[in-house]
């Protein structure tokens, strides 16, 4: 049976095509004002690429900050949830998934079965998230994709004492004009940003092993830094910003199997 | 599963855990609640169980603030009303 994954996350829309276990078509499209057009383009760039015909689908589940606008969608399913069942997708062995996107990080503890144990979500902070990346690479004056290897020539350590993202931008502009190596300023920003998360990841236990997902997993800074914080290496999955589409597929394909199943039954 | 609603900010940590182990979906929190902070919901085991609000869970300090003065803090309606225990406050 084919299912279909659908993220509406709080930037980008993420759907993702599933085929008896295995992902055969996927698609992000950055959903900006318009995120029904980006929906749309999203669910027919996903099918195109799986070559797969609508009436196939078995059945759809919408997750994600947005995921009550998704009217093809037959049911939802939280966040959290679709960050465990996503991450035991790619891993069996994980049982703490940290998700970190645009606006919202995510800390979850689940069992083998992909149940939620233990959730926190901080969606309120921005220094708690990519956002604040994003714009400390921006008054920085690198490139997003340059910043995390950036950080990596660091070897020295600056605490940020700003608590707030908006504050940290003046406390990375003094760096800069104290002379502070870009690099050095970097590794701090990052650093800053994972010890937020794992304070918030304590709170529900960080249980072995972790893997991160979101988009944020893309920043081999922000991977460094955390597994410093954590004293652990986190599990990256392939296209990290896909896993809670997957995790969505995966419960669609499993709900569509049991109602059907129950159909037949009645 | 434990369910840790609202957030952490430069002032602290801000978090109601509610256990939906120990939730029997009562109702008894919700109606306790002077600010009306709490909803029942349906999570994704479809089990029914307390939940904080989503307009609640960014300003979750200042929406449960009446039930915490400075001084001789009285007991939590909330905490009070569950009997199984299922409700707890970080702050």
């Known amino acids: 049976m084919v299912s279909i994954g659908v993220d509406m996350g709080a930037k980008n829309v993420k759907v993702v095509v599933l085929r008896e276990n295995e992902v055969i078509g996927k698609a992000l499209v950055t959903a900006g004002l318009d995120t029904e057009g980006a929906l749309k383009e999203a669910l027919q760039s996903a099918s195109r690429e799986a070559g797969i015909d609508y009436d196939e689908v078995g059945n759809i589940t919408a997750t994600g900050a947005g995921r009550k606008d998704v009217p093809m969608a037959r049911d939802e399913l939280t966040e959290v949830g679709a960050a465990a069942r996503g991450a035991l997708f790619h891993f069996s062995d994980a049982r703490t998934v940290i998700d970190v996107g645009a606006e919202e990080g995510r800390g979850v503890r689940f069992n083998a079965e992909g149940r939620v144990i233990d959730f926190v979500i901080n969606e309120k902070c921005a220094a708690g998230a990519g956002a604040f990346t994003e714009a400390m690479a921006r008054a920085l004056e690198v490139p997003l994709e340059e910043f995390g290897p950036l950080s990596l020539k660091s070897d020295r350590e600056i605490p940020m004492n700003a608590q707030c993202a908006v504050f940290a931008e003046s406390e990375v502009v003094s760096l800069v004009h104290a002379k502070t190596p870009k690099k050095d300023i970097a590794r701090a920003v990052h650093d800053a940003i994972a010890s937020r998360i794992t304070s918030m990841v304590r709170r529900v236990g960080v249980e072995e092993r972790v893997a991160l997902v979101g988009g944020l997993a893309y920043n081999v800074g922000f991977i460094d830094s955390l597994n410093r914080d954590l004293e652990t290496e986190v599990l990256i999955p392939p296209d990290p910003e896909y896993t809670a589409a997957i995790g969505a597929a995966v419960v669609a394909a499993e709900r569509g199997a049991k109602a059907s199943e129950g159909g037949e039954n009645s | ?91």
């Open chain 2, 1 to 91: 599963m434990k369910a840790n609603y609202g957030y952490h900010d430069g002032s602290g940590d801000f978090f109601i855990t509610i256990d939906s182990n120990l939730c029997t979906g009562c109702v008894e929190c919700i109606s306790s609640c002077p600010a009306d902070v709490l909803e029942m919901i349906t999570d994704d085991y479809d089990d029914v169980v307390a939940a904080v609000k989503d307009e609640h869970r960014k300003k979750i300090k200042y929406s449960c603030a009446e039930c915490k003065p400075v001084d001789e803090q009285p007991p939590l309606p909330c905490v009070a009303a569950c009997e199984p225990g299922a409700i707890t406050h970080s702050w």
